[in-house]
Structures are given as C-alpha cells and as structure tokens.
C-alpha cells in the first residue's frame, strides 16, 4: 500500500439521483398553469366581495376583519406590479419568491400609501384568503416552504369540502386522526393552492413536482396522498405504485446517461461506448449494465484519457496497455485530511480481473459486430492488449474461497448462541412494549428490572411505542420489538432454508404452498422461491419448526381484513418497482406500508449478534452476513450427509461446483487416509499390547459406569478420564440430565439466586463471578430439558424428513 498527498481531487462523476423522478415528469407532466382565469381577472371589489362571503366567511368568524384588511392591502400592494391579472401581478412582486421576507415590504408601502401598518398576522391571514378563493396561485416551492398550519383546514372549508371529506375517509383507520393524515392533507391542500382546480382533478405530475420541492420529513404526506388517490383509480394505470425515495432512485437510465456520468472528452468513443452498451442492454439486468458502463468508461478509457492526453484510438501500444494494467491492478482512495490536504492510499484492487475480462470482452465483441456490420463497427476493430492470463482470477478465488470457508467455520459454532439470544431479544422486547401499552399515560413502570416513564401525551390513535427510560432518554419500544422481531424471523427462515436476501425479502403469502405425495396421499408444505440470480423458480420442503416461523410472520403481517396487504418492492437488479405483491417481509412506518429493506435486515442481525457478545479472532465484534447462514446451511447439509448434488438443487446453483464452493468442511480424504495410516502403524506395535482384558480390568470398567450416576442424571465422560469440572457437574457440558429431576435443577438454580444475591450484599465478588457460571449452566439445562420436552408434546408432526433421513434414503 502506498499514500500520497493531493492538493486536489478529480473531477466526480456525475450524480444520477433523482433521474427516475425526472423520467416520471416527463411522462406525467402537471397540469399547466394558467395564464388566466375568471377569479385572477376579477377587480378589487368583486374580489373583496367574494372573500365577505360563505365559504370564506363563517357564522361568528372573529378573524374576518383581520383577513379583509390583509386583503385589501396585499391587492393595493399588487397593483403596483405589472400584469393584467391579479396571478401576473403576484408572479412580478417579491411575494412570489418567499413565503416570508415580503410583509415588511408591504408594510411598510401600506404606511406610506394607506397611511395605516398592517400586521404580519393581518397579510398572513389575507395571504391565506386569496389563495383559498383562486385569486392567487403560488409556486410548489412557495407552498412546500411556508410553514402555515392553516391552509389545510383553510382548502378544505373553502375549495372542495366533499373531495377532502371522500378523501380522509379513505385513509386506513390506523391512521385516520394522526399527523400522517393531516400531513397527507395538507399535500393536497398545497397541490389545489398551486394548480387550482378540486380533488378529482390533481394528477400525478402535480404530486411529483410537489414532492421535489417538499423537505424529506414533509414528504411522507405527499406519499401517503398519492397513494390514496391511486387506490381509488384516479391515475392511470401505468401510474408508478409508489413514490417511496422518488427524490434519491435513478431508476433506468439511458446509456448515455452511465457513460456521460465520467465526462468523456473524446467523442467518438463516447458514441461507440453508448453504442455498446446499447447492444449489450437487452441482454442485461440494469445493475450489470451499470457495472459495465463503469467499467468500460471510468476504469477502462477513462483512465487512458486522464493519463494519455488525446487519446482516440483502442489500438493501443504496448507500453500504453501495460501502463493501464498496471494502474487497473489498484484502486485509490481519497479522503481529506483536517488541514484540508487529501491523502491518497493505494491498494489492490480485487476486481481487477474482471475488470480486465469486462474490456476483453468489449474488444472481441468489436472484432465479431465488425464481420457482421463492418460500416459501423470495423473501424474500431483493433488487437485486444489484453490477455487470458490477465483475466486470470484464479489466486483471487482461491483467496475468497479461504476466507468464505473461515467465516463459515468461525460462526457455524456460535449459530445456537445467536438462535437463543435472538429469541430471548424477541420476548424481552415483547414484555417491554406490553408493559407500556398497559400503563397509562404519564405513568412510571418498572419492567425486567428496568424503570420507564410513559408519555403524557401521544399524537397516534391507538397505544403509544415510546417511553423514557430512568437517565430521561427516549426509547422506542414499538421500534425495538419490531427490530427484534425481524432479526428472529430473518435467522430463523434464513437457517433452514438458506435462501438468498433477495429471496427472503420477495417470500409472500402465495410462496406458502402444499404438495401431495403420489405415493401415500400425504400433504406436504412447501415454500416456492421466486427465480432471482439464476432465474430458475425452485421448492423448498418446510419443516415443522419453519412452518412455526411462517405462521408467526403471516399472523403478524395481515391487515384489518385478516389478509396480507400488497405493497410494492424495489427491484434492485432492474432499478424498478415491481407490482404490489402480499409480501411477508413489510412493516407500517408512519402509516405507509413498505416493504423491509435489506438494510434493515442487516442491522437487525448484527442487533442480535452485538447482544451475544460474541468477538471473533482479532477480539472485534463477530459480524454476520445473509449470506453467512446459505453458507451454514449448505455445509451443515453436506456435514449430515445430503448428497452434494441435492445440495445443488435445494441451493438453486446452476453449478456443482459453486456448491462445493459454498461447503465449508475439512478434507475428508486427507482424514480417512490420516486415520488409516494410524491403523496400519498400530498393526506393526508389539502384539503383547493387544491382549485379553483381565477380570479386574473389566470391573473396573463397568465399575466406571456405576459411578456415572448422579443425583441430577448420568455422566457422560469417556472411560478412564477424569472429571475436568472437579465434580461441579451442574456446570459440566457432558452432564445428561434425567427429566424426572427436572425439580432438583430447578432448587439447585433457586439456591444459586439466593447465593448470588447473598454474595452481592456482602461484597464478595469472586463469590458472584463463580456463582453466576453455574447459574447460566443450570439454566441453560433447564432450557434444553424443556425444548427436548415441548418437542415431545408438540401435537403437529408433518411428516417432513430431515437432512439426516434423507441422506439414509438416498443411500
């Protein structure tokens, strides 16, 4: 690795966020905004008049005459300003530009020409009554950045009372007397304010204008309004299903747009890329043809052009080519340091060879089009610089290959740790959120040795998720159990099925199938996998303990009408939103439905994984993967005998090979011949040493056994060793513990909390420390007693082999 100091970064490709939104606009523009309508063309006093009028003048208003003299004064003002209309008037003020900065303005021309200062609150008030009677029209951008709680209420008294009413009735009840409603309302009253017109006639362009200039916590509303609107069938039906992130997704873009991201000076070539990328594009999901074009014009020419000035050709030389495969072999970070100096590291880079074998391609895609189209594409045939022995990614695999089978083997012991934890999270967070839910507002209540202060106030319907704890900090229980929750889910299904995240995250209510042996007539569930990496659909046979996990999911997932609710999901391999589809991976945030993000997946593992506190090698907190637990699986799998090639089928791998790969077990030749080599050595020790046991010898082994028998069971230790625990057996891992003394565990873990709290209350630490460990042993056996029991009593057995029988079968 190398540093070196910048006094300058390059030049950064170009952001393509927000380009789906763009793309939308373009298909659903808004409504046009008007020159000129009836009510902006009106004078002073058919306006003044209107305003003294039912709906915008109500029974007992007290602000009537604060709203007339704001109004009259905002009409004086305007008339100053070119246009023949009052709109035309408004968009040549400084009014048009900012909800606020503009009043003293006003005021202070109202001093000097009226000869009276009216109030902020008395041109607020006016403000508001102009644009609730269309004589004015402001900016989406005016409209997102005034802060006015009273337009809402204001639109929908004065606009279209029976459209807002319709509207609110349609949002789902949870929600329905929430600040998500309100916000949603308020969306709409902001769209009507901006384009005019009713309810019915607001179009998609005008929410997608207005979400771009809304603020990110202000644009759930608009989200929530759009959906509403498009549940009921107002937009068409081509009409996105969601605008979930619409600001920040990219979405499909053109291929000129990928390559015109690394600002290409030579334009031939950035024509020929754009060419063939377009060839290629059909042939691509739109992830890969991102990693493409990146590969072809940043890491490929534009690195030539950064270090060749005017360089036009592919035919490159050889010291031009060699050059490039050197600098292609590592990547160069950048960060800035605090004196404002940016310091470059340099590293290999380990997607060089397929870097290498991307622009391989290219050059003998070329050469091939060019027999084919030689006006087009001869003359950029040129030599390929670049070798097979270049692509050669051979020592890189052998490399991953090494620390995939380390991960495996490093968390494939601690699985059952994680398991236990991850439960034990799950019903801690439960009682929590049970707790408070139970306790009333303002309460404190104490709950797993914790104290918590309900809220005195909440905004939501329904039961309140956040409480204080005891330092006054804020928690989110309802946040908490539902992290758990999924963290829980996600290992559990991940565990015995091995699926991939995508694969999890696209499970829905119809993956949940069942098949009828032909042979005895029996039903049997299964869990379809919808095609993915490789595009091949594939069933996986549902376990008992993976058909409780389901069931829990369904349970929690499913709607007031007891069925799942669609929600629509991002294809991120396409960068497109798939259709809605009854998910089983979706939560409510803030009252919109969405589907879990692989993020969010993630973090609720490592959750779960931080609580163990389980550290790997190198002493840092032991991190996993989805992907770990299709790792485990598969060589769990092979470890308990299932042959390799149904593996390969339940793995949904094209390839044998990339089963084996995933297999993580020790060499079982090099065992088999190790062992046997022992065997052949033992045979040529002295014959002496293998004589007929003695009388005592055989009673000192069965005597061995009669000593096994202990108060709580039997031990299990080898003949003729000694007992490694000093006879504390109840910490001891080979103690089998009989059921029918399950009674003197439980004593013997009650006598311990005694002890233990004795030892605290006096001091004793060392004392604590020793107890605390036999304290976790009893009651991890008493755990494992009651799982072996709950296992016995359970009454639903569905026939599903394990690894195990059908390995037996097959052999």
């Known amino acids: 690795m190398t540093t070196a100091i910048l006094m300058a970064l390059p030049e950064t490709p170009r952001n393509l966020a927000g380009a789906e939104a763009a793309a939308l606009l373009q298909k659903f523009p808004p409504r046009q905004n008007l020159d000129s309508w009836f009510i902006t063309e009106a004078d002073t006093d058919y306006v003044l008049d209107r305003l003294r009028k039912h709906p ?36 040549a003020s400084p009014a048009a530009d900012s909800p606020t900065g503009w009043h003293r303005t006003v005021r202070d021309w109202a001093a000097a020409e009226l000869g009276r200062r009216p109030t902020s609150a008395c041109l607020a008030s006016g403000t508001l009554a102009l644009i609730c009677a269309d004589v004015i029209r402001p900016s989406p951008a005016w409209l997102a950045a005034s802060s006015s709680n009273a337009l809402r209420p204001a639109m929908a008294a004065a606009r279209d009372p029976e459209g807002f009413a319709r509207l609110e009735a349609q949002f789902p009840a949870a929600i329905r007397s929430t600040r998500h409603a309100s916000a949603a309302l308020k969306a709409v009253a902001r769209t009507l304010a901006a384009f005019g017109g009713l309810v019915e006639d607001i179009t998609v362009g005008d929410l997608l204008v207005l979400l771009q200039e809304t603020s990110h916590d202000a644009a759930r509303g608009a989200r929530i309004a759009y959906s509403t609107l498009r549940e009921r069938g107002q937009f068409p039906p081509d009409a996105p299903a969601t605008l979930l992130r619409i600001q920040t997704r ?13 600002h290409l000076r030579c334009r031939p070539v950035r024509d020929l890329l754009v060419d063939y990328l377009t060839e290629r594009q059909p042939s691509l999901d739109h992830n890969s043809l991102i990693s493409l074009s990146a590969a072809l ?23 031009v080519a060699a050059a490039w495969k050197a600098r292609v072999n590592t990547v160069t970070r950048r960060r800035r340091s605090p004196d404002g100096q940016v310091i470059e590291t340099t590293t290999p880079r380990n997607s060089a060879p397929a870097v290498k074998t991307l622009v391989r391609a290219f050059y003998f895609d070329i050469g091939q089009w060019a027999l084919d189209e030689p006006a087009r594409w001869g003359p950029w045939a040129a030599p390929c610089p670049i070798t097979e022995a270049d692509c050669s990614d051979k020592k890189t695999k052998q490399r991953q290959k090494t620390a995939s089978d380390q991960r495996t083997r490093e968390r494939l012991p601690v699985l059952p740790a994680l398991i236990r934890v991850a439960d034990r999270r799950l019903k801690e967070a439960r009682v929590r959120l049970d707790a408070l839910h139970a306790a009333p507002l303002g309460a404190q ?14 905004s939501r319907a329904g039961l309140t998720g956040q409480a204080y704890d005891g330092t006054g900090r804020r928690r989110d229980l309802e946040a908490e159990e539902k992290r758990a929750f999924w963290g829980w889910a996600t290992i559990e299904i991940l565990r015995h099925t091995g699926i991939r995240i995508e694969e999890l995250l696209e499970l829905g209510h119809h993956s949940i199938i069942r098949y009828k042996l032909p042979t005895t007539g029996e039903y049997v569930p299964l869990l379809q996998i919808a095609p993915s990496k490789t595009d091949q659909e594939r069933l996986l ?9 389901l069931s829990i999911v369904v349970t929690r997932v499913r709607g007031e009408n007891k069925a799942i609710p669609s929600v629509p999901s991002y294809d991120v391999h396409e960068k497109i939103w798939n259709d809605p589809m009854p998910l089983l991976y979706q939560w409510n945030v803030s009252g919109e439905r969405r589907p879990i993000s692989s993020n969010t997946v993630r973090d609720a593992l490592n959750d779960a994984l931080m609580a163990t506190g389980i550290t790997d090698s190198t002493g840092t907190p032991l991190k996993f993967q989805p992907h770990d637990f299709r790792r485990i699986f598969i060589t769990d799998a092979i470890l308990n005998g299932l042959p390799p090639h149904i593996a390969q089928v339940i793995a949904g791998h094209s390839n044998i090979n990339t089963t084996m790969g995933y297999n993580a077990v020790y060499p079982v030749q090099a065992i088999e011949a190790h062992r046997s080599f022992i065997a052949r050595r033992r045979s040529l020790r002295p014959s002496d040493e293998y004589r007929a046991v003695t009388s005592e010898e055989w009673k000192e082994f069965l005597n061995h056994f009669e000593q096994r028998k202990l108060a709580l069971g039997s031990c299990g230790r080898a003949f003729g060793t000694d007992c490694i625990h000093e006879h504390a057996c109840v910490r001891c891992p080979v103690l089998i513990v009989d059921p029918t003394e399950r009674g003197r ?12 709290a004795e030892a605290k209350r006096e001091g004793w630490l060392g004392e604590v420390e020793g107890l605390s460990v036999s304290l976790d042993a009893a009651e991890e056996k008493l755990a494992q007693l009651d799982a072996r029991q709950e296992k016995k009593d359970s009454p639903v057995f569905l026939g599903v082999p394990s690894f195990s029988q059908i390995a037996v079968r097959a052999n």
Do not use: C
Request: net charge negative.
């Open 445 to 458: 209540f104490t709950v797993l040795g914790e104290t918590f202060t309900a809220p005195k106030g909440t």
């Open 745 to 756: 565990l439980v004593e013997i873990r009650d006598n311990l909390d005694d002890r233990i």
């Open 250 to 262: 990219t979405g499909q873009v053109t291929p000129a747009q990928l390559v015109d991201r690394y």
């Open 56 to 91: 915008f003048r109500a029974e007992g208003d007290s602000a009537q005459s604060t709203r007339m003299v704001g109004a009259r004064a905002i009409l004086a003002w305007l008339t100053t300003f070119p246009g023949s209309t009052w709109q035309a008037n408004w968009d």
């Open 541 to 549: 046979l549902v376990t008992p303990e993976l058909a409780d996990v």
């Open 297 to 319: 014009a940043n890491n490929f020419w534009g690195d030539l052009e950064r270090h060749h000035e005017g360089i036009s050709s592919l035919h490159l030389t050889p010291e």
